[in-house]
């Protein structure tokens, strides 16, 4: 079973400055997926890497998947209260059925 | 865009019942519907994939029998979480993706808004 761990498990910061959460294994996957999820939804997805060291940015937020595809850290900038949420990374699960798998989660507090 | 909607948004039932879950994709066909289990602050644990017209895969651990996946059609499948315990009670969120194409690439996992049981 493929393994997704997340950092920092919890991160409380203040408005306006940076973060980077990170995601790693120790398996290489043809893609992974970053998806925030707020209190009593589902999550939503916000990007999808495919290439080795593929960097996307939306916005204030920053995606890198890793040169050998095993990890991904999403970087956010001048956090604001709306970045609030669940951050979860997910990637093809090597089981079939096009199942997924889920990072341990990475819970981000903003304060204002 | 698509979307997919769970009915109900919230129940709270008596130990011993059981439950019936709706997850609908409401602009598109979904040969393959996933039911995930969430506890609070914890992430998102795999519980089945459903495929319309055939039955179920469970992942390792969890009981079949316990929690019955019916996928009726292209739009609806329905979980249902029979003799409710209360350890039962959790937020349990359906995903549905389209007919073609791998995951991640044109076709994505499209999430419910997930459903609350509270087992009392």
């Known amino acids: 079973t493929q393994l997704l761990e997340q950092s920092p498990q919890f991160l409380s910061i203040q408005e306006g400055e940076n973060l980077t959460v990170y995601c790693n294994s120790s398996?290489?996957?043809?893609?992974l997926q970053w998806y925030r999820q707020e209190p009593g939804e589902g999550p939503v997805l916000l990007v999808t890497v495919v290439t080795g060291g593929e960097v996307k940015k939306l916005k204030r937020l920053t995606f890198q998947f890793g040169d050998a595809r095993k990890d991904s850290s999403l970087h956010i900038t001048a956090a604001q209260p709306g970045d609030t949420g669940l951050y979860l990374c997910?990637?093809?699960?090597?089981?079939?059925?096009?199942?997924?798998?889920f990072g341990t989660g990475t819970k981000l507090q903003v304060i204002p | 865009g698509a979307v997919v909607s769970q009915h109900p948004s919230w129940v709270i039932c008596k130990s011993g019942t059981s439950v019936k879950i709706e997850c609908r994709s409401l602009d598109f066909q979904a040969t393959t519907m996933f039911w995930y289990r969430q506890f609070p602050k914890q992430s998102l644990m795999l519980m089945a994939t459903?495929?319309?017209?055939?039955?179920?895969?469970?992942e390792q651990g969890v009981e079949k029998d316990k929690f019955l996946i019916n996928h009726a059609s292209l739009t609806l499948s329905t979980l249902t979480v029979t003799s409710a315990h209360p350890e039962d009670s959790s937020f349990y969120i359906c995903?549905?993706?389209?007919?073609?194409?791998?995951?991640?690439?044109?076709?994505?996992?499209?999430f419910g808004p997930g459903t609350r049981l509270t087992v009392l």
């Open positions: 459903s495929n319309e017209g055939s039955k179920a895969t469970y």
């Open positions: 995903s549905a993706r389209s007919f073609r194409g791998h995951p991640f690439s044109t076709d994505t996992q499209y």
């Open positions: 997910a990637a093809p699960n090597s089981g079939g059925y096009q199942k997924v798998t």
């Open positions: 398996s290489v996957f043809s893609s």
